[in-house]
């Protein structure tokens, strides 16, 4: 039996600069209502970027919320929620690791926490990789480095990597687009 659940109010509490914050009152069956966290994202967009010898480009930077550095793939918010993911890959990609490619292909799209929040990342794969110049923020400080698929397999399953969308992007790339012997 499917419950039938209707959406009596959402009060906006915060607004940040990428997020908003909701509580929204739900009526369930008709029988009663409960109060359901919301939160809205404007929507990102991430990209595995992949050297001529195979090599996955990752980004190191420090992540506040886990009060610490991770290892990530590139990615970004989009600059508003009618961006072209593959706009915003494409403009990360050089952002984060000075390098830039014509040849972006799409490989999936996440979504992060589905029970609270609408994020939504479409992840692309980078090829044909041309250098160019990082453009990063005044807040972000980040260094790059080149791994086998490998290597990163081994660091997210040894828990080095715990980043949601990197490790669905790059598992997903290593079934999708790489060759097996």
């Not at 050089?94 to 479409?122: D, M, P, Q």
């Not at 250098?131 to 080095?160: H, V, W």
């Amino acid at each position: 039996m499917e419950n039938k659940i209707k959406r009596l109010k959402r009060e906006l509490k915060f607004k940040g600069k990428i997020l908003e914050f909701y509580q929204d009152t739900m009526e369930i069956d008709g029988t009663h209502t409960a109060v359901w966290d919301f939160i809205n994202h404007k929507g990102a967009a991430a990209v595995v970027p992949v050297t001529k010898d195979g090599k996955i480009l990752m980004v190191r930077q420090y992540r506040n919320a886990l009060e610490r550095y991770t290892l990530e793939i590139p990615a970004g918010a989009l600059d508003s929620t009618e961006e072209p993911g593959i706009f915003c890959a494409s403009r990360e990609l050089e952002e984060e690791t000075g390098y830039k490619s014509e040849h972006l292909t799409w490989l999936l799209t996440i979504r992060t926490t589905v029970a609270f929040c609408n994020e939504k990342i479409e992840v692309y794969v980078a090829e044909d990789l041309m250098p160019s110049r990082q453009k990063l923020d005044e807040d972000e400080f980040i260094e790059i480095k080149a791994y086998t698929m490998e290597e990163l397999k081994e660091k997210i399953f040894t828990g080095e990597i715990e980043d949601a969308k990197t490790i669905s992007a790059l598992l997903a790339y290593d079934v999708k687009f790489r060759k097996k012997e």
